[in-house]
């Protein structure tokens, strides 16, 4: 998730900043006694919000991670200096990730989740009373916060498996198969640690072989508003159409983000329902609230305004190791 680099960061802890030319320090405060936030969306656009302050930050051995106390989205995670996750609204990315496949699918028991380190989407999982397993497979346990308290629960459950490894890696070496696969990974980035699992190659040979009869695969694919989607949105959907039979592209706007965040669902059964069946299905399987998706939400995902659609449809570019598209910013490697 997230759009942009760490352009400034200053607290009153006297923290550094972190961006594209290294670390320095921030000294100035504010003459109106407010610290904010900003972030870098474009060459050309950027937007910001008042930081209280830096909770916890520091560079794994795959990226740059932060987390910060805002006033108005409350805690915060950034990966390479992009909004991940944001305590206010994060419940919007991660109900639109996680509960289309799961509800569409006729009986989900056993779900692998590529990255979700900071919990979230396995929160949301384990609110479906026929799941059996979660298998979490995150490359770097730096993600796994103590200070993100709401999803202490979903850490707690016995249904949840913990897996700190490359995703690709533990997929290719697990004999059992899956009814769901959830990509909830880092924005592809030059130099992060993700783009891979974008491509063809990962969708075909990886993903697919995977999945149960009646098997669901969804990722988060990017931005996917007006001016945005033609980063990695169009050709995520494009690429993942080359590989799977039945493909739904559907979008929300995530404020955090401050755009239209995109995900892409696939199978090779059919697997649309329709509004009075999802609620039915909310009501049945979920032992717990959705705070955004209902039936007539659900289907809303789905309908794409004509810019987006158009896009899609005419989108030519398969995602490869070789041919990668990426949004704006850069991991960790690159900056190496």
């Not at 960061?9 to 100035?28: A, F, P, Y």
């Not at 407010?34 to 656009?45: A, I, K, N, S, Y």
């Not at 004999?175 to 640690?193: M, Q």
């Not at 509004?275 to 209902?294: F, P, Q, S, T, V």
Request: one cysteine or more.
């Amino acid at each position: 998730m997230g759009t942009g680099n760490l352009e400034i960061l200053h607290g009153d802890d006297g923290l550094s900043k972190n961006g594209n030319e290294g670390e320095r320090n921030v000294e100035e405060v504010p003459a109106d006694g407010r610290v904010w936030f900003e972030e870098q969306l474009e060459d050309d656009l950027k937007w910001s919000f008042t930081l209280e302050r830096v909770l916890d930050r520091g560079t794994s051995d795959y990226q740059q991670i932060a987390l910060l106390d805002t006033k108005r989205f409350g805690k915060v995670l950034l990966i390479d200096g992009k909004m991940q996750s944001a305590e206010k609204d994060e419940f919007i990315y991660h109900e639109c990730l996680i509960h289309p496949p799961l509800l569409c699918h006729p009986n989900p028991k056993t779900l692998f989740i590529m990255g979700g380190g900071e919990g979230s989407a396995a929160r949301e999982a384990l609110k479906h009373v026929s799941i059996e397993e979660v298998v979490m497979c995150d490359i770097d346990k730096v993600t796994q916060t103590k200070h993100l308290t709401e999803n202490h629960e979903a850490f707690s459950s016995e249904k949840l498996k913990l897996v700190i490894n490359d995703a690709k890696v533990e997929l290719q070496n697990r004999k059992g198969k899956f009814d769901i696969i959830v990509g909830d990974l880092a924005d592809p980035v030059e130099g992060g640690p993700c783009y891979q699992l974008y491509t063809k190659s990962f969708y075909e040979k990886i993903i697919k072989p995977k999945l149960n009869k009646n098997g669901i695969f969804v990722t988060q694919a990017g931005p996917a508003g007006i001016f945005s989607h033609k980063e990695v949105f169009s050709s995520i959907y494009n690429t993942i159409k080359q590989v799977f039979k039945y493909v739904i592209p559907y979008t929300a706007h995530v404020p955090s983000f401050a755009d239209t965040w995109g995900w892409v669902m696939a199978s090779d059964e059919p697997f649309s329902v329709d509004a009075k069946e999802i609620d039915r299905r909310i009501e049945k399987r979920i032992d717990g609230n959705l705070l955004y998706l209902n039936g007539a939400a659900f289907l809303s995902l789905a309908t794409l305004n004509k810019v987006v659609l158009t896009s899609l449809v005419k989108e030519t570019h398969v995602y490869t190791e070789e041919d990668a598209r990426f949004i704006h910013g850069h991991g960790v490697a690159y900056r190496h």
